[in-house]
């Protein structure tokens, strides 16, 4: 491996493409080509099929070189398209390469290398903690996978967590959530109308028994006037059997008062 000096910083570089550009830059050391991975959106790409690799040892980085589309038939394009996201970051495997043996040469050289490679591996957990993952509690389910989902999936959804495993997932549309609420709020308004109109409704019950007390009032008021022009001197008011109102001879001694007349 290379002797190389790996600064303080985050081992991915991020670009949106344009029109027919094939060469993008990287700015993190790395020690051969395959410790990079080349993604275009969402899509990983292969080395050599689809790119090479410059800068291998360099503490600057180098480029990914797309190669050139062939026009075919068939017609492959290697590169990105116009607005493509472009990401490139180191992804160095995460085991021991060297063993120093007992009695054996410490080389300065070596032991820099092994250092290096642990820092390397340190920042690119750094990376993917800081940006593509959830935390969860400690004491939590550590095997659920908290990755997000892709930004293709999760754009325009709200996050959401799958009801067996926990783990997150996209779920509905931001628009039809707001629908959603929209059409819970005019529920509520139809709710509220409902108890406006049982309101009402029990409030034209109470009106319509006045209506009809008044009715029957207005039937004795009629009833009244009635007697009163048929009425005899020497009659007085009374109540049949029937319950009606009638004038009838007054008996020859009336109690008034206690007294007779």
């Known amino acids: 491996m290379a002797t190389i000096s790996v600064g303080d910083i985050t081992p991915r570089d991020q670009y949106v493409s ?131 989902p892709v930004k293709d999936t999760r754009k325009g959804t709200v996050l959401g967590f799958n009801a067996t495993t926990g783990a997150p997932e996209a779920g509905p549309t931001i628009a039809n959530v707001n629908s959603l609420a929209d059409i819970t709020t005019n529920i509520n308004t139809v709710a509220d109308n409902v108890t406006k109109v049982s309101s009402l409704y029990t409030n034209m019950s109470d009106i319509n028994t006045i209506a009809n007390n008044m009715t029957t009032l207005l039937a004795t008021v009629d009833q009244l006037d009635a007697l009163a022009v048929s009425r005899d001197e020497d009659e007085i008011l009374t109540v049949d059997e029937s319950g009606n109102m009638v004038w009838e001879s007054a008996p020859d001694q009336l109690i008034l008062n206690g007294g007779y007349y």
């Open 18 to 148: 344009s029109a027919d550009q094939l060469i993008f830059s990287y700015s993190f050391p790395i020690f051969v080509d395959e410790d990079i991975k080349v993604y275009i959106g969402s899509t990983l790409k292969t080395l050599t099929t689809d790119y090479t690799v410059t800068g291998e040892g360099d503490d600057n980085g180098g480029t990914v070189v797309f190669n050139d589309p062939v026009v075919g038939p068939p017609a492959i394009q290697y590169g990105p398209n116009a607005g493509d996201v472009v990401t490139i970051y180191r992804n160095i495997s995460v085991k021991r390469t060297t063993d120093f043996q007992v009695n054996g040469d410490l080389l300065a050289e070596t032991l820099n290398d092994e250092l290096d490679t642990l820092t390397m591996i340190a920042q690119q957990l750094e990376d993917q903690v800081n940006n593509n993952t959830l935390t969860v509690d400690q004491f939590d389910d550590t095997s659920i996978d908290l990755t997000l």
